[in-house]
C-alpha cells in the first residue's frame, strides 16, 4: 500500500509538493487519520497520517507537510508547533488507547503487528518530514518541537526527528518514482 501525502487546499496538481510513501505491506501500515476510531473523536482531536512499521522493531508515527512558517514569523511558527505537537500527542493517546485495548478497534483496522508489539523492545520514532525544506532549515523545527514534545519522548523514550523530502528517501520512506 502507498500513501500520498498533499495539502488537500492546493488548486491544481503540481507533482513536486506531492510526498509519495511507500510502497508498504498492508500489515506494516495503519492509516490512523482515517480510521472509524479517529473520526468518532470528534473536532478536538488531531492526528498524525500514519503508523508504519518499519524495520524489524521499530514503529514510526509519521506526520507530512508541504510547507512550514519560518521561525522569522513567531506567531505562524508557533502555530505550527502548537499543531504539530497536538497531532503527535493526540495520536500517541490514540494509538496506545487502541494497543492496550482502552478503544475498541471496532472495524478491526489496526494490523495485528501493532496490536501484538512487544513495545519493551521496539524503538518507537516521531518523524516530521517536510517536502521541499532545505536541510538548513530544519533545525529550528526540530528544537522546538522536541523541547515541546520533551515530557513524552522523556517518558516513552521516544526517537524523534524532522526530515525533508530528500532524508525521508534516504530514510527508506518514499516511493521511488
Known sequence: MSAIIREPKEDGFNPDKYLYFGKYEESHLFHIE????????????????F?????????LLLEAKSSSPKPGNQEK???????????????????FSL???????????????FK?????????????????HEIEWLAPICDALRDKLRRQIKTWRLGFTVLNHEQAGEYGLLKEQ
Open 77 to 95: 511558527f508557533d502555530d505550527f508547533i502548537d499543531e504539530i505537537y497536538r497531532k503527535f500527542s493526540h495520536s500517541m493517546d490514540l494509538y
Open 116 to 132: 501484538s508489539a512487544d513495545y519493551s523492545t521496539a524503538r518507537i520514532k516521531l518523524i516530521l518530514v517536510i517536502n521541499g
Open 51 to 59: 503508523v508504519l512499521r518499519h524495520k524489524d522493531s521499530e514503529i
Open 99 to 113: 494497543v492496550l485495548k482502552r478503544l475498541e478497534d471496532r472495524d478491526n483496522e489496526m494490523p495485528e503487528y
Open 34 to 49: 482515517e480510521s472509524s476510531v479517529y473520526k468518532s473523536m470528534g473536532d478536538n482531536v488531531c492526528t498524525i497520517e
